[in-house]
């Protein structure tokens, strides 16, 4: 055996300098000189199949993970990593056949399962990629993101009140989450539950009162059902946590003239104007009320 191979642990250090200084190529000589050492651990096996995936060497890493494998096959962490070499070289059927095998090993891991549903998604398999999700869920019902991911999937299928469902059971498990309400009003006011959604997006507020966005959806809302003076309501308590925000003014300005509110409007057009005098849509508008800003 060489002084090079007879200690391994220089080499991995090598690597690892070479690595940072940007030699990936030296990196990956030095620590498969460290990984054929009969002294070699895994630890340096793992670092070069991440190094071989890193410099696009995607089939040499798959050999040097089967044969971590071999010796422990239910890491997932293992599995996953192939499965990303597998996909890299569009080798999808065999990438399937490592989830399976993982499920197959690891019976009970619902984030597998969410693994899983994610590249069935991405696979256009939408149809399994839910049974995927069932499964979870099923093993960890109290796991909010579970049933988001779901409802986003029954979105594009067109299943609106299967998603609602859905959402309503992640507010359930964790009704702290501002989004989630956000998310069932959107989807109350397309089955048309506008009070509903209303009584969701308030909520949203109340869990945070001092975001800016929580106010934008509820006024989003009452625009669309035209209710302009609830979202001037809106707009004024976005202006009180921001009033250095010129689109808010802006924005109140044109809702202001839905209700016939020219004053009000072109003042709220002149203040928008004020903080940013170079912008010319702030200056058109203006223009189109008053003629003179």
Known sequence: MTAETKDPAFHYRQAFLKRASGDLNGAILDLEKAVQSKDSQISYVWKLTELYCEGGQYEKAIERIDGLLSHDPGN???????????????????????????????????????????????????????????????????????????????????????????????????????????????????????????????????????????YQDLSEHFEKLENFRKAIECHDRMIELNPERAQLYFERAGLKEETGDVQGAREDYRKALSLEPRNPQYRKRLERLTGNP
């Not at 997932?76 to 197959?104: H, T």
């Not at 990629?129 to 869920?137: E, H, P």
């Not at 507020?205 to 929580?214: K, S």
Request: glycine fraction near 2%; charge should be negative.
């Open 76 to 214: 997932q962490e293992y599995r996953k990593k192939k499965i990303e070499a597998l996909r890299q070289l569009d080798r999808s059927y065999e990438a399937f056949e490592e989830f399976e095998k993982g499920n197959e090993l690891n019976p009970h891991d619902p984030e597998w399962l969410m693994e899983e549903a994610e590249f069935l998604h991405d696979a256009e398999k939408p149809g399994e990629a839910l049974d995927r999700i069932a499964r979870a869920i099923n093993l960890n019902p109290e796991k909010p993101e579970y049933r988001i991911a779901k409802a986003d999937i029954m979105l594009e299928l067109d299943n609106i009140h299967g998603a609602l469902n859905e959402v309503n059971e992640a507010i359930r498990v964790m009704p702290c989450n501002p989004d989630n309400y956000v998310l069932a009003a959107k989807l109350m006011d397309e089955l048309g539950m506008h009070e509903d959604a209303e009584r969701h997006l308030l909520k949203a507020t109340e869990l945070r009162p001092h975001e800016i966005i929580r």
